[in-house]
């Protein structure tokens, strides 16, 4: 389980409540109810109107990925493709037809099955792609909700600041009322920065680095599979997949 998001965002929020205490300030002084609803109603509410209904879906699917690792490029997938090779030059193609329903990996799976259907190397490369760029548009939708999130909530802070400032002109001539509205004008202002800075923009990033990744695994499954259809030695196959390792660990 991928941790690292909870520990930031709990870390970060954590520092701020300390650094409030260590300048005097009360913990409690920062809980304001209205400021919440305004900041984290709005933005929500902003965001869902961006959206279309199945980008909101993919976008609310895509979040327990936050938790887990995504599944990178690796030794034992070009091992794996290698193998393939192998089988495909003393057998022939038809053999990796068992493979494809064996295979876990999704993207695997369609590889395989596109490679058997015995397409030549140029047509295999661009149905491949193309279902490599149509994963790419739907994971889009989780990276574009929280970085529009992060972007509607320092505004919508702004509009609780100056609902907050408006709360306090109306109770001038009451000066037991002009703390509790400018506490809101203020708190709500700290709700959109802190939200966006130390949730959602994170979050985005995070996101988008998954897919990055997962995009990696993909092309070097593409890159095998053209390789196996041209009947490339295993040896330089090996090589070529090298390339999609050079940055792990």
Sequence with gaps: MDITTIIGI???????????????????????GAAALIVFGGT?????????PQDLRRAMRQIPTLFRPPVQASKSMVTGLVDLAR?????????LEDESTRAQDRFMKRALQTLVDGHDANTLRSILEGFLDQDEQFQEAGPLFFEKAGAYAPTIGIIGA???????MENLADPSELGAGIAVAFVATIYGVAIANLVFLPIAAKMQRQIQE?????????????????????????RRLQIFLEDDA
């Design 10 to 32: 709990i870390f970060g929020i954590t520092c701020i409540i300390l650094g409030q205490f260590l300048e005097g300030g009360h913990p409690g002084s920062i809980v304001q």
């Design 44 to 52: 929500f509410g902003a965001v869902v109107a961006s959206f279309p």
């Design 87 to 95: 089988r495909s030059r003393r057998e022939g193609l038809l053999v």
């Design 162 to 168: 100056v609902l907050g400032l408006i709360h306090v």
């Design 214 to 238: 997962d995009s990696r695994r993909k092309e070097m499954i593409i890159e095998g599979a053209v390789a196996i259809q041209e009947g490339v030695n295993p040896l330089q196959l090996e």
